[in-house]
């Protein structure tokens, strides 16, 4: 169950039954969305990333024509990498056109269980449509979540409750979360998504290596927690909005990917050099944390986490830091959203500079968790003196 998915009602605490505040409750919501949304965001960036491999980066402007005039029998000028590219590029572009509603949808589900998915995915469609993006997803999501939340609770006549969760809430639910979306919401968030875009766009030197350090941190602050996932799905509600006139988005994803394999990879590293200083559960993890790491895959990082939080975490934000903040300032960029080493090929000329940073923030992150463990004692007991 990806993490955040909520196991009972929408609007109770899954730890205990009771009515949770709102905060919390908007808290697991995100999570709840972002874990659903990351399979589509993973899957169409690695087909758009192999699209670009096989059919070059000007399939952007050919793939439609290519499948719309061509088929693996009646092949186009470039042969069948052209063809291929072109039909893994369509699937990946298509895969990508959920994000915004598959988020909406699932922070809806968080909230009114299945009645609000259908709110959550309509109220999602319509913020694509206006342009409101990744922060229009979310708004429209909350509200569609507690719109159908709301109507479920109407005490109706018996005749109508089994009309409840199939007609009348995604029915109400979708008028109100899209209409407000349409009548006073859209068009703001949408002028606010093209204004952070455009700061974004306009990042370079220091202020896009400090945007890196920031996000790094992030990145390693809970290893696949609430941050970690904030700061995730920053970069892949932007990857749709970059292009080769405009790489932000792109160099956003790359730091955030290479700072996210940083903690596993430290891990596995500080095992190798020191491995008196770890147990003999930890130094087979540090075996697995190799792979895991390189595959940008954080969570690889958690078990060395669980057991030392006070050195771990910020050894390893340290060197993630680093890492996210010289990704952007050498203008490293990543097309696809998952996969580290593996994608490669998705990072243009620029994947030596990822790799060098990454490196670097690894052997950083592993030296110091080493100190740490090793001159810094932990839960060092405070002596006290008692008067006489």
């Known amino acids: 169950v990806p993490a955040g998915t909520p196991e009972g009602s929408g609007h109770q605490d899954p730890r205990g039954g009771q009515r949770e505040s709102f905060g919390a409750g908007l808290k697991r919501a995100l999570l709840t969305g972002v874990s659903y949304m990351i399979p589509f965001v993973a899957g169409g960036g690695l087909l758009i990333a192999l699209g670009f491999l096989l059919g070059g980066y000007d399939i952007t402007d050919v793939a439609d024509d290519i499948l719309g005039t061509n088929t693996l029998f009646n092949l186009p000028a470039g042969g069948l990498g052209a063809y291929l590219g072109a039909v893994a590029f369509k699937i990946g572009s298509l895969s990508m056109g959920f994000l915004v509603p598959a988020l ?13 998915i259908a709110p959550g995915f309509t109220a999602g469609a319509v913020a694509g449509f206006m342009g409101a993006g990744f922060l229009g997803g979310i708004v429209g999501g909350v509200i569609a979540g507690l719109a159908s939340r709301w109507i479920s609770s109407w005490n109706v006549p018996k005749w109508a409750r089994g009309l409840m969760p199939v007609v009348i809430v995604p029915l109400l639910g979708s008028i109100i979360a899209s209409g407000l979306m349409f009548l006073f919401l859209g068009g703001p968030i949408a002028r606010l998504t093209d204004a952070l875009n455009l700061f974004l766009s306009s990042m370079s030197g220091t202020g896009a290596a400090l945007l890196g350090l920031i996000l790094g941190l992030m990145m390693a602050f809970d290893l696949g927690g609430p941050v970690n996932k904030v700061a995730y799905a920053f970069a892949v509600a932007g990857l749709g909005t970059g ?9 956003i994803m790359a730091a955030v990917m290479a700072a996210g394999m940083v903690p596993p990879l430290a891990m596995a590293l500080a095992t190798l050099i020191a491995p008196k200083l770890f147990s003999p559960a930890e130094r087979e993890n540090g075996k697995a944390a190799w792979l895991l790491g390189a595959a940008f895959i954080s969570e690889g990082a958690i078990p060395f986490a669980a057991a030392d939080p006070l050195r771990v975490i910020p ?14 300032a050498f203008d490293v960029v990543s097309q696809a959203p998952h996969g580290g080493i593996f994608v490669f090929f998705a990072m243009q000329g620029s994947w030596p500079m990822f790799l060098v940073s990454t490196v670097l923030g690894t052997i950083v992150s592993g030296l110091l968790v080493v100190g740490l463990k090793k001159y810094v004692r932990k839960g060092a007991p405070v002596k006290t003196e008692v008067a006489a």
């Open 243 to 251: 292009s080769l006139e405009n790489p932000a988005p792109w160099m």
């Open 104 to 116: 909406a949808g699932y922070i809806a589900y968080a909230y009114a269980d299945r009645p609000g």
């Open 315 to 328: 050894a390893s934000m340290v060197g993630a830091g680093i890492t996210g903040s010289m990704v952007m």
